[in-house]
């Protein structure tokens, strides 16, 4: 008797801690959304407040956070010095750590792009047509902000004052909701752009970097137009799937380089050491080339140009002989964004050949030809599917900045509403307008 006693209390108990667990966790749900619903409403009212704004009072408000961000740059350095020594003692990748790494010059560079979006045109309110109807309506089509944008993005410091200068140009306003990687950067950067805001929730940070948190901040379908996600395959994946807010996708960059039949050799060992080294963590570094069979010889010295850089080469069975130790790319290497010092060959005879291999494994963010020949040259930007299509250029240019949008958001390699590098353009929509004399239907 004693023991069943036992047993039943035993039972009970375990019982009553699941419901409390239960508990616990319904109401950590709640808490979450309560939370989330609390920064959407006041988005929502301070997107509003920012619609009305004229251009140059947001100029002015850009240039004086642009100002206080180069003001506050010991305090952001030190913060971001936390993100990158954590980051470091976790083992993040060398190509990712210099993503997160904000220098003095760096946090001078994103003032600068705040300044560069201040000095653009403002789209807001730009009539682009307006046609007279038979029955006398007067029909045109505005400019007008998209409302609360919702931004995803993970260790990049620089998107948190990038995304606030082109949103709030445009009228809108922004959550934004970074990686724990670099949490204390992001946070220094918003507290900074908040201070010189008459509404500060213009620009808002979800600090709580739980799956929970953005999972739930996915479905603010209710208070956020759009959501944006920037960063690895895995995260934009996990947006497009998960996300009950329309999304715009920018995503991951296996970018090519097409070596031509008639080449400039140095043009083409210039152009593939810049793609691929200046910057090797950036989604518009070069990580696939393809060679056409009679350049293979040229291989031998543009290996020795990699070599200085540590770039390891994977290449296909017909390019291998040319390279003093490269390594047998496999079917994986050639759709593979690296974000490292890897560079994957494939050969091919034709340009159509080169065309068919690059829209195959590309993910449709930059690809571009070396040749001197005009009809391969357009040939490959007609037919290569990809938002930035180069001929005899780096396609590390495929940026907001260097295509004179000061910034940029994101690079959208999706065909709707946006594609490419997008600037303020992009984060507008557009309503229609009436005017009438008292017609009636």
């Not at 004229?54 to 003001?71: I, Q, Y």
């Not at 300044?115 to 007067?138: C, F, Q, T, Y």
């Not at 079917?331 to 159509?352: A, M, N, P, R």
């Amino acid at each position: 008797m004693t023991q069943t006693a036992c047993y039943d209390k035993t039972e009970a108990g375990k019982e009553t801690a699941g419901i409390a667990e239960t508990v616990n966790a319904q109401t950590e749900k709640q808490s979450i959304q309560e939370m989330l619903e609390a920064m959407g409403q006041r988005a929502k009212e301070a997107g509003s407040w920012c619609a009305g704004l004229s251009t140059k009072e947001k100029n002015d408000l850009l240039l004086k956070a642009a100002d206080r961000l180069e003001a506050d740059a010991g305090r952001i350095l030190a913060a971001n010095d936390m993100d990158v020594k954590r980051a470091q003692e976790n083992g993040m990748a060398a190509g990712l750590v210099d993503r997160l790494r904000l220098t003095p010059e760096r946090i001078a560079g994103i003032a600068s792009g705040i300044r560069e979006v201040a000095a653009l045109p403002d789209p807001i309110g730009r009539v682009e047509s307006m046609e007279k109807r038979p029955n006398g309506l007067m029909i045109g089509r505005k400019r007008v902000p998209l409302g609360v944008v919702g931004v995803i993005y993970e260790a990049r410091p620089n998107v948190t004052a990038d995304v606030f200068a082109l949103t709030f140009k445009t009228g809108n306003a922004v959550i934004l909701k970074g990686g724990r990687d670099a949490a204390a950067s992001n946070a220094a950067i918003v507290e900074s752009l908040q201070s010189v805001l008459p509404k500060p929730a213009v620009v808002q940070l979800i600090e709580d970097n739980s799956r929970e948190v953005t999972n739930a901040f996915m479905k603010l379908r209710e208070y956020v137009d759009v959501l944006i996600p920037r960063g690895g395959k895995g995260l934009i994946q996990a947006t497009v799937n998960n996300a009950t807010i329309p999304v715009i996708e920018t995503g991951t960059g296996n970018c090519h380089a097409y070596i031509d039949e008639t080449a400039d050799k140095d043009m083409a060992i210039a152009i593939v050491e810049n793609a691929k080294t200046q910057r090797i963590g950036v989604c518009n570094a070069l990580e696939s080339l393809v060679v056409h069979r009679s350049r293979l010889p040229m291989l031998k010295e543009l290996e020795t140009v990699l070599d200085k850089h540590n770039v390891q080469i994977r290449a296909d069975e017909a390019s291998r002989p040319y390279f003093d130790h490269a390594l047998a790319a496999t079917e994986e290497d050639f759709g593979t964004e690296y974000l490292d010092y890897i560079l994957s060959v494939k050969t091919v005879d034709s340009v159509e050949e080169a065309i068919r291999h690059i829209n195959r494994y590309s993910t449709g963010h930059s690809e571009t030809i070396v040749t001197k020949d005009y009809d391969n040259a357009q040939k490959f930007l007609d037919q290569v599917d990809s938002a930035a299509v180069y001929v005899n250029a780096s396609t590390r240019f495929t940026d907001g900045n260097e295509f004179g949008f000061g910034a940029e958001i994101g690079i959208s390699t999706q065909k709707l509403h946006a594609r490419g590098p997008m600037g303020l353009e992009a984060l507008t929509s557009s309503k229609f307008i009436i005017y009438g004399n008292g017609q009636v239907r």
